[in-house]
């Protein structure tokens, strides 16, 4: 067994608080805090749903969505914007925006139109990924939030498409599955 050489806890977050990139303390309760505790909950419920086999295009899709998330909780752990410097990786762009809108009109194309709202369920990965664009709006909110002078509009426009992916997604997935929509 190979021998960790850095600890996993690291007792600095004992008195509730946690550092951001820049290295100021805050509450582990304070909104930047929480709006990057709701990506990171949002990336774990994607890979809840990767576990549930939504498909290879829509793994595909996922494994880069997950990627993305990762960069834009680095960016909202970064106040004073000091990461892209030294984390490459760490920078989402109109492109980024740009491949989720085309995701959505490749999958969307393929459906038939909706005519009505529908409930949210059907196959494994379908729930999943319903509950996942719930969990996205959430995040989006805490996001949003913060204040437009506090993160880039470009975090707030990408999850907000996002959720409209994780939407079209879902009803891929379902329709992948067989499993019917059911209007409401």
Request: with cysteine; charged share 25%.
């Amino acid at each position: 067994m190979e021998k960790r050489s850095v600890p996993l806890y690291t007792k600095t977050g004992d008195s509730g608080e946690t550092a951001l990139f820049d290295g100021t303390r805050v509450s582990k309760a304070d909104p930047r805090v929480e709006a990057y505790g709701e990506v990171d909950e949002l990336n774990a419920w994607l890979g809840l749903v990767r576990a549930n086999r939504a498909g290879d295009e829509l793994d595909a899709m996922l494994d880069q969505i997950q990627r993305d998330l990762f960069a834009l909780g680095a960016v909202l752990a970064d106040p004073r914007h000091r990461i892209a410097a030294r984390v490459e990786k760490a920078k989402l762009g109109g492109s980024d925006v740009a491949k989720l809108e085309q995701w959505i009109d490749t999958l969307d194309g393929r459906l038939p139109p909706l005519r009505r709202f529908i409930l949210a369920g059907g196959a494994p990965a379908g729930a999943l990924l319903h509950l996942s664009r719930t969990v996205c709006r959430r995040a989006e909110r805490a996001i949003v939030a913060l204040g437009s002078d506090a993160v880039d509009p470009l975090v707030v426009v990408y999850m907000n498409r996002l959720s409209d992916l994780l939407f079209v997604m879902a009803r891929a997935a379902n329709a992948h599955a067989g499993a019917a929509e059911i209007e409401w």
